[in-house]
Structure formats: C-alpha cells, structure tokens
C-alpha cells in the first residue's frame, strides 16, 4: 500500500479511498495506492502555499537549491536497479528500456536543471525614459500541479519537477491512476534529498483528483502531459483564476520516406521509431509516406522487421516488446485496427491480441498496413500502439501538405540522403521537432512540445524556465524621490 505525501508527511486519503495498480504483463493485482479526495487536494495546495513562503525554501539559495536537485539525480541513480525494475512491473515497458533510457533520463534531467539554478537571469533593459533603471525579475510562477501520463511515468515526472523546482516553484505531483509506483519512489527519494516540507507533495489518484488540482483557486500553474481530449478540459478548468497552462498533447508523428532513402536503414529507424515502447510514444512515427517506387520494398521489410521482435513480459531480458498499458488500451488499440480493415487498408502483419503463454498478459502483435489512405482514421487518429500505416506518394511536392494535414504538430522524421530535401521538409513541417534519418529522442538541453493540437508551451532546456517562471520588471526613478 503506497500512501499520499503532502506537507513533508506520509499517510492516507482522508476518506480512506485507495485504488490497485496492475502488472501488464499477466494482468495481476500489483500495488494497492491511497486515492486522493478533494479534501487531500486542499490539504495538498495548503501544504504547497505554505512552503512557498517558507524561508526554508524562499531564501534558499540558488546554489543551495542546485545542490538538492543534483542530490535527487545521485539518488536516482544509487536505485536505478530497483526503480527500472518497478517501471517495467507497472507500465510493462521492457527492462533495457527502463534501465537504458527511463531511469538515465530522470536523474540527467535533474542534473541539467540543477545547473540552470544558478543561471537564473533578468536583464537590465534600457528603456527610453530619462533618468529611469530598468531590470528584470524572473520569479517562481508559485504552486504547479504536475500531472503525468502512463506511457513513461518515471521521465515524465522528472521533465516536470526538476526545472518546476529549479525556478523555486512548489508542486504537486499526480501520477496516472495506471503507474504511479516509480513516481511514489522518487517522491521518496526527493523527501531524502532534503526538500523543506510542503515543497513536494505527492497525491494518487485519477482523473477526479487531476481534475479537482485544476479547478483548484490556490494552484498557479498546470504543467499537463496526457491526451489531447483532457488537455481540453484542463483549459476550460484553469479559467477560473486564468492559471498557466502547458500542454504535452498527442501526436501522429508523419515520416517521409524520400526515393533516394537508404531503405534498410529507414527500415531500422522507422521500426524503432514506431515500436519502441509498443508503439505508447506520444512522438512514435504513426503515418509512413513512402515515394510510391519504394513503398512495396519498405514494406515488406517493415513488416519482417516487426514481426520479427520477440514479445514477452518486460522482466525477461529476451524481451523487444511488452505489453500495452491495460486492458483497456488494449481493446481501443484493437478497435483502430479492426477499423482500418473496415476501411480497406491491407494487413501485412499483426493486427490482433498476443495469444499462447502471453494471453493473460496485455499483449499485442507488431501490425503493418499497407494501401493506407490519408482519409482513413488508421492515417489520422492517435492509436498510441504498435500499428505502422503505409501511405504511398507520387509527388514530392504534395508530401508537406499531406504531411501537415493532421489536428497534430508534435514531431515528424525526415528519411533521404539529399540535403536540400531534408532541411526544405523540416522548414514546411509543422511541428515541435523534426528527426532527420533518425528516431525521436527527447534531450533536456533543446526543445520538447508541439504545435496545434499538441500542446501549449515547451518543456526542456531554457524554455522550461521559461514556462516556470513569471517575468517582472521594476522601474526606479533615478533622480531623487
Ligand atoms: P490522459 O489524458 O488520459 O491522462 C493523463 C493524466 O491526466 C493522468 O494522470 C490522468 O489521471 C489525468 N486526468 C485524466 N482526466 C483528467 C481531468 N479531467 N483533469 C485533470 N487530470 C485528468 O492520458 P494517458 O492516456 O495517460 O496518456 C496518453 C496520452 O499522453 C497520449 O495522447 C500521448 O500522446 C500523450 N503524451 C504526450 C506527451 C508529450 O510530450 N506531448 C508525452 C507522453 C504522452
């Protein structure tokens, strides 16, 4: 049973609400965690106001603060083992990944914001008034609500609370209801580091607990990451006291496969691109337009390229692909699936739930379509699974009107070895971050987000301290009072 912490203090929802988190893998009951009530999100945002205040933490140095940020990455690190180990057991996702790219992601995130503590900045701004210093102030935007998804639980927390926390902010931090455990252990292990009390707070719960930090007068900002449909709800709930928002939305990803690409390398990068994860990347590369001369070629090798990879629990190192999130992930997964045949897209490869040894588990076989078209949902909606639609193109010139014809602008990739193609396509793209004959990587030194319906704002590098952090200027008259 894992517990709320609010206020430097563990223990559990006032109402005595709790709620299971399962294995993926066999679909076993794994932990059972506290479920925060509206009376526990109060207790939360009071807890977080007053901490602000706190001199503890206010008239913290930079220094200081940078030094307990960096204290979290050491820690992270020291329980990498166990830490990887509780992310696979409660999102599914394959050991290497977790011990490869989950858990050496939070703690660098840590580290690269611990660095910008001290880097803080205003500016003295000449302005055109006789007499008159103008300087700038960047300030703590105050209480941020944090609130993750299920696809990297663990990453996702740490891209949010190490520059909220760098800029001086307080937080609390809400897990999806899916995988909360790795946050749980790193909120343990922030407590360690020696945060004041109140600074971090952690409440479990679902999509009410969300919604109630949302609505909540007493919290400044949302920083939200999840699916397009709730961060509609997010702006309609901030409206209130006109909070600030960032939104990490959804994403269909377009890659252009250019007739001079290297197409066993494009082969390479685009299973990785689509697959890694099972596919539950909110930038995975969800829509293949390939110059129609290579189309049958890429996809029949796509398609022995994903069926090829072994599927098997995230505990067994054999393992290239685990399972999906949930039950319920898996059936909305399959009913894009079972849609795009209804549409008359052709299936290469995959398309059903994983059978044998696996069926209690929530699996799902590596799917390949070919003859997509682009009015078909399979080209157009988020499946956010293991699903790669093959479109064909006959014109260089229409791709970027094809490709940029989506709700979505978070990321598109580029394959082709001529220059001048690549970087013409990654201008006309519209979308947060371009990958040219490589799969999506997010990095805390450079941008991270989208543009239209993916999102508001940008996480990573300075534009995290920008989106945690209000400007003010301050004027003073020079010439006597
Ligand atoms: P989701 O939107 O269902 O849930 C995300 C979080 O919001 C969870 O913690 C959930 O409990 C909470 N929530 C749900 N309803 C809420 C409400 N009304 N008010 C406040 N909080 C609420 O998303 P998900 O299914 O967990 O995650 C998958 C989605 O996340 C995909 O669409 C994916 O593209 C997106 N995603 C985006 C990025 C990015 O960087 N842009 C990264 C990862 C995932």
């Given at each position: 049973m894992t517990d709320l912490f609010i206020g430097g203090e563990w223990g559990p929802a006032e109402a005595g609400a709790t709620f299971t988190t399962?294995?993926?893998?066999?679909?076993?009951?794994?932990?059972?965690?506290?479920?925060?009530?509206?009376?526990?999100?109060?207790?939360?945002?009071?807890?977080?106001?007053?901490?602000?205040?706190?001199?503890?933490?206010?008239?913290?140095?930079?220094?200081?603060?940078?030094?307990?940020?960096?204290?979290?990455?050491?820690?992270?690190?020291?329980?990498?083992?166990?830490?990887?180990?509780?992310?696979?057991?409660?999102?599914?996702?394959?050991?290497?990944?977790?011990?490869?790219?989950?858990?050496?992601?939070?703690?660098?995130?840590?580290?690269?914001?611990?660095g910008w503590c001290t880097k803080i900045e205003g500016s003295v701004v000449p302005v055109s008034f006789p007499d008159t210093l103008h300087y700038t102030r960047r300030e703590p935007v105050g209480v941020c609500a944090l609130i993750t998804p299920w696809n990297f639980p663990l990453m996702l927390a740490a891209w949010k609370l190490a520059p909220a926390l760098a800029c001086g902010n307080t937080v609390i931090i809400k897990p999806a209801e899916q995988t909360p455990l790795s946050t749980v252990m790193l909120v343990e292990l922030m407590e360690r580091a020696g945060f004041p009390p109140g600074v971090v707070n952690l409440l479990t719960g679902g999509p009410a607990t969300g919604a109630a930090l949302a609505e909540h007068s007493g919290v400044d900002k949302v920083s939200f990451t999840?699916?397009?449909?709730?961060?509609?709800?997010?702006?309609?709930?901030?409206?209130?006291?006109?909070?600030?928002?960032?939104?990490?939305?959804?994403?269909?990803?377009?890659?252009?496969?250019?007739?001079?690409?290297?197409?066993?390398?494009?082969?390479?990068?685009?299973?990785?691109?689509?697959?890694?994860?099972?596919?539950?990347?909110?930038?995975?590369?969800?829509?293949?337009?390939?110059?129609?001369?290579?189309?049958?070629?890429?996809?029949?090798?796509?398609?022995?390229?994903?069926?090829?990879?072994?599927?098997?629990?995230?505990?067994?190192?054999?393992?290239?692909?685990?399972?999906?999130?949930?039950?319920?992930?898996?059936?909305?997964?399959?009913?894009?699936?079972?849609?795009?045949?209804?549409?008359?897209?052709?299936?290469?490869?995959?398309?059903?739930?994983?059978?044998?040894?696996?069926?209690?588990?929530?699996?799902?076989?590596?799917?390949v379509f070919a003859g997509v078209t682009d009015e078909m949902a399979i080209a157009r909606e988020e499946v956010f699974g293991p699903v790669i639609p093959v479109l064909a193109y006959d014109d260089p010139d229409e791709i970027v009107e094809r490709a940029n014809d989506s709700a979505y602008g978070l990321a598109a990739s580029v394959w082709t070895r001529d220059l001048s193609t690549a970087h013409r396509l990654a201008a006309k793209v519209r979308a947060g971050a371009v990958f040219i004959n490589m799969i999506h990587v997010p990095d805390a030194a450079t941008t991270w987000g989208g543009f239209k319906a993916s999102g508001w704002g940008r996480e990573m590098g300075p534009y995290a301290i920008d989106a945690y952090t209000e400007v003010k200027g301050v004027w003073t008259h020079l010439g006597g009072a």
């Open positions: 399962l294995n993926p893998a066999d679909g076993s009951v794994f932990e059972e965690c506290a479920e925060a009530g509206a009376p526990d999100v109060d207790r939360a945002v009071a807890a977080a106001r007053s901490a602000l205040a706190d001199p503890a933490w206010a008239g913290m140095t930079a220094a200081a603060r940078a030094r307990m940020l960096w204290r979290v990455a050491d820690l992270v690190e020291e329980h990498a083992d166990e830490l990887a180990e509780l992310e696979t057991r409660d999102n599914g996702q394959p050991l290497a990944v977790a011990g490869g790219v989950t858990v050496p992601g939070a703690a660098e995130h840590f580290r690269y914001f611990a999840g699916s397009t449909e709730v961060g509609r709800k997010l702006v309609h709930a901030s409206a209130g006291n006109l909070k600030r928002l960032t939104l990490e939305l959804g994403g269909k990803t377009p890659s252009i496969i250019a007739a001079d690409a290297d197409i066993d390398a494009a082969v390479a990068g685009n299973v990785q691109g689509a697959l890694f994860n099972s596919g539950q990347v909110c930038a995975a590369y969800a829509r293949f337009y390939v110059d129609r001369r290579r189309a049958d070629e890429f996809t029949e090798k796509m398609a022995a390229a994903a069926a090829a990879l072994v599927l098997g629990p995230g505990l067994d190192p054999a393992s290239q692909l685990g399972p999906l999130v949930s039950e319920e992930h898996l059936a909305k997964v399959d009913s894009h699936v079972r849609g795009a045949r209804a549409e008359g897209a052709e299936l290469v490869t995959g398309g059903r739930r994983a059978g044998g040894r696996l069926a209690e588990g929530f699996f799902y076989e590596p799917t």
